[in-house]
Structures are given as C-alpha cells and as structure tokens.
C-alpha cells in the first residue's frame, strides 16, 4: 500500500505497498492538549478485550483512522488508505508481508537465463463469489494500468516491459502489443525490453496490479471502486459494507484459498477525524487500533502498546518550478531561491516543536533505513556526505543564496509574486506551513507566501494538474531500493509534476537499471541524489515515523511501513 502519490501529503502511514502514495491517515505530529489517554494503563490490559470477540463470538479488530479511502480502483489509487484496503481484499502474483517477498497468487514464477521473461504459475485461486481467477484478468490489469485514457500514476516500475513506456505515452494503441500474455488459464508471461533489477519486487508490492474482472470493470464504470456494490474481492477479506467517511467494514472471505488462516472474523475500519476522540474511544476500548498518536501522547503508553512505525516515508516541500503562474513560475526556477527557502527552515526545532522529535530530520532524500551493499550496513552509511540541507537553519547562507537569486531574477523582495503553499485539511499540516512561512519572514524577509488548504482529494487534483507552487510532499516507496523513489522524479516519471525536467538526472536513474550489482546501482543512485539535492525542486524536512496505539491482546499486525493485519488474531 505503499504508493503511492504521495505525493502527498502527509501525514502518513501506512503506506501502499509500492510507491509513492498520499499518505492521508493521521495526524502524526500534533502537540495538541488533551488527556485523553490520562488512564491509558487500564485500557491496554482491560477495556479493549470486549470489542475484540463480541458476545456472538465474532472476533473483530476496529481501527480508527482519520481518513477515509479515495477509491478501490485499483488502477488508479494513489493513497495510503486505499491502498491498505486493497491490500487486505485483494491478492496480486505476490506479496510483499512484512518486507519479505512470498507467493500470492502466482504459486511459483520462474525467470528466463538473460532475466527478460518472466513466467507466472496461478494457483486455484477463487474471487469471493467464487469465479476463479485467471491469467487474462492480469492481461487486463497491466493493460489498463498503462492505457493513458485510465488516468494512473503507478506504473514507473513497469516500464521495463516491452511496449509499456510506448502504450504510456499514447506512441502505440494497440493495448495487446503490451508484452503481457496468458499463455492459458493458469500461466501468464510477462516479457520485458530490458532487464530491471526491481521488476520482482514492484510485482510484489504495487497495489495497481491486483487482477481485474473486465466485464465487472466495465459494468461498473465510473463507479468502480466506489462503494462496495462496486468492488469485487479476491484477497483474505471481503467489504461487506462501506459508509463513506464514516466506517468500512470487511469480513472473512471463505472463498479465499488461504482462508484456513484467517483468524478475525471481521475487521472494522472507522474513520475519526479528530485525534483527541480517537485516543478516548481507544483508553475507553471502543477501538483496537489507534493507527496515528499524537506525539504528545507517546508516554502515556507503555511498549506493550506503543508501536513506532518506519514508514519508509520522505517528507519535503516540493516546488513546482513551473509555477502556478508565469511569475512564480519565473522564481521558484531559481535554484538559488529554492535554496534560500531550505536554509532558512530549522528542521531540527519544527521536529521538537510540532512531533515531539518523534521524526528523523532529513538532510537528504533516500530513507535512512536504505539498506547499503554489505551485509549490515545502509546507503547512507556508504555515501555518508551527501547533503542538500542543514539540520538547523542557516540564516547567513540562506541570506546569501536569497541575494544571488534576487540578482538573477533582477528584482527585490517586495515585487516577487504571491507564492501558494498548498496543504490538505488534515492533521498538524497547517501548523506546520504557518511555522515554514514564519520562518521564511524571519529569517529572509520574505512576506509573499499564501497558504491554501482543501479537503484531500481536491488537493490530490491540484496537485496533479500543477495548481500550486510549493506542497507538502511525503513520498513513500519500497525501503530496499532506492529505485521506486527517485524514479519518481525522472522526465517520464508518472506522477513528476514538479516542473523539473533533467536528462542527466533521469540518466542517472536509467543506468541503475542496467546492472544487477548493488554496489554499482548504488553508486548511480549516490550521484542521482546529490545532483537532484543541488540541482531539483525538493526540500527535503523528514524521515517520518508513525506511532501507533494497538490493543496488545492482538497478535499477527505487523508494523512497519504498511499496518499489515491479514494474519491477525486474538490472543486471549
């Protein structure tokens, strides 16, 4: 669930199995007051256990979240929430479960010696009403995911097959000239034009390949994915019912071929949209699962309770260096401005002040957590130098790059253009956007920033269709390579809606891609980072963290990037 666009925005979590999702579940970092969770003690051990196995027997976990899910489309879907949705009713070629890659549907897969073909072997697998799943609905899947008329974002990782960048780009109509085929009911071939080091790891986890019943699609038309009526599912668990913006609930899917395993009956998803109200339903056990606390809360929990996730998440405000107008468009083009604006931000007291330093600042793009290539060490712990921003502010230097780039745009302070900062309605986001501004008035003088916030999916749209000048971004992609991520940013990346466009960036990126050794890949994506760090439209603030409440009588969630709870159980 991973994925996706985040672009978006904030607050986090969970993210969407593969890319770079709008992360719109919580309100992460708010320092708000609140004693809610003042008797959070005899919560955890007491007043939970009733909810999950109610007087029927029927065991269920509810989980507060404070967003809904956009759509089940999964074409289409660019949010976290979706996309955990998805993760738990549908079921892809593979999984990614906890990190580790494990058969899905595709019960075996076998890859030809020069690693261009690769060959899918599907299991007797049902959807929920029992028709069986086959090769021709994963055709149809990859299909409509790179049809330019569908309207998705999620395909970069897929461009290694052959005619998928011609389909994306409208070169070639013929959807069938894609080089995915079903070689019979139960065997599907996928053929790539170049070999991808990645191509595994992105079937496993992108939310936007999970097979499609195209008479059911079709049918279903625009509304497709929008209510449970119009969704279909062939994963552990079923919609049931799905009040939008209030509670979605999903049941135990019989057919599923696993379905011995499933432990929860049901799983209810409620969407709190106010954190104080989410951690008192979850102190009084009306929810099981606080899935964002707020940082202010943290001690009020003890470690049996308490789960800190890596969301494998990068937080930065990205420019849109073409500008909402000609004018913008004409500064935040500036490198020099772009960096003014970076250096003017103490990342450092915006962490201790809106998370309760519960993020990790970032001076740099790729996730920490980035494994490197020796065995226990990280990316950047190999390439430790590579810098685009202080930690803390730097009012002199910020001052200086200010100067520079007001002497190439040939104009003051006073006559730069009212520069829109876009944010959701959501969470501590507009805090932190007045803070930013703030800081920018402070530290340069600089008095022309509007700050715009809409409900999520109007701001997803204007994002996408450029309607802003600078947004905060945050972006999360697979921890174990840094492909996912910076391929975002290239000149054919699908959701690059930054105004950048660099050929010795995207270069970069594509020479990752010609070799199997890690270190050398490394050493591309080392260069990549720095040279969008010096030359791109980010500015990068954290490495974000989310904090979870979970009842501890459940056992199975898993915590990482993705809140993964297939596997679920009730342990009393």
Same mark, same amino acid.
């Given at each position: ?97 906890? $990190? ?16 261009? %073909?690769? %060959? ?9 009403? $029992? ?19 569908? $309207? ?403 056992? $199975? ?16």
């Amino acid at each position: 669930m991973k994925k996706a666009l985040a672009l978006l925005l904030v607050c986090t979590m969970i993210l969407s199995l593969a890319g770079c999702n709008t992360y719109t579940s919580g309100d992460e970092t708010t320092q708000e007051k609140t004693t809610a969770a003042a008797g959070s003690e005899s919560a955890d051990k007491e007043s939970t256990a009733e909810g999950a196995q109610n007087a029927s027997g029927t065991k269920e976990l509810r989980i507060g979240v404070s967003t809904d899910a956009i759509s089940l489309d999964t074409s289409v879907i660019n949010d976290n929430n979706s996309g955990e949705i998805l993760f738990h009713t549908a079921e892809g070629l593979l999984r990614n479960l906890e $990190g580790e890659i494990v058969p899905g549907i595709a019960e075996t897969y076998d890859v030809s010696e020069d690693g261009l %073909t690769y %060959t899918f072997h599907l299991r007797d697998a049902k959807w929920e009403d $029992g028709e069986p799943i086959t090769a021709e609905q994963f055709v149809y899947s990859f299909q409509r995911l790179l049809d330019p008329n569908t $309207g998705a974002t999620e395909y970069d990782n897929f461009l290694s097959i052959v005619n998928a960048q011609e389909i994306s780009d409208g070169t070639v109509t013929d959807l069938s000239q894609l080089g995915v085929k079903a070689e019979d009911e139960k065997t599907l071939v996928v053929t790539l034009s170049r070999m991808s080091p990645t191509f595994i790891s992105s079937v496993a986890s992108a939310s936007c390949l999970y097979p499609l019943r195209q008479e059911f699609v079709e049918k279903c038309g625009a509304n497709y994915g929008t209510s449970a009526d119009n969704y279909i599912a062939c994963g552990p668990y079923k919609i049931e019912s799905w009040a939008v913006d209030t509670e979605l609930v999903m049941v135990k899917n019989e057919n599923y071929y696993d379905a011995d395993k499933i432990s929860m009956d049901k799983i209810t998803r409620l969407i709190i949209s106010d954190s104080n109200t989410r951690a008192s339903m979850f102190d009084n056990g009306e929810i099981d699962v606080n899935v964002s606390v707020p940082a202010s809360l943290k001690d009020n929990y003890d470690e049996n309770t308490l789960k800190i996730a890596s969301a494998g998440t990068t937080t930065t405000l990205m420019v849109n260096m073409n500008g909402m107008t000609e004018e913008t468009g004409k500064v935040l083009s500036n490198v020099n401005f772009i960096k003014a604006l970076s250096y003017a931000i103490d990342r450092t007291a915006l962490n201790t002040a809106l998370a309760n330093g519960t993020y990790e600042v970032a001076t740099r793009l790729i996730d920490p957590a980035t494994p490197g290539s020796k065995e226990g060490t990280t990316y950047c712990e190999e390439y430790p130098d590579i810098a685009g921003a202080p930690a803390a502010a730097d009012p002199e230097k910020a001052n200086e790059y200010l100067d520079k780039a007001l002497e190439e745009l040939g104009m003051t302070k006073e006559e730069l253009p009212t520069i829109t900062y876009l944010c959701m309605e959501i969470g501590q986001l507009k805090l932190y956007a007045e803070a930013i501004t703030d800081a920018w008035k402070t530290v340069l003088g600089l008095d022309c920033f509007e700050i715009v916030q809409y409900p999520v999916p109007t701001t997803i749209q204007n994002m996408l269709q450029g309607q802003y000048d600078i947004y905060w971004q945050q972006c999360g992609a697979d921890l174990n390579d840094p492909y996912e991520y910076m391929s975002y940013w290239t000149t054919y990346g699908s959701i690059n809606v930054s105004g950048w466009m660099d050929d010795t960036y995207t270069g970069l990126i594509d020479q990752s891609e010609t070799t199997l050794d890690r270190a050398e890949r490394l050493g591309y994506f080392a260069e990549a980072e720095q040279y969008i760090l010096d030359n791109g439209p980010h500015i990068p603030l954290f490495f974000f963290t989310n904090l979870l409440a979970v009842n501890p009588q459940f056992t $199975g969630i898993s915590y990482s990037s993705d809140m993964q709870y297939i596997y679920a159980d009730y342990a009393n």
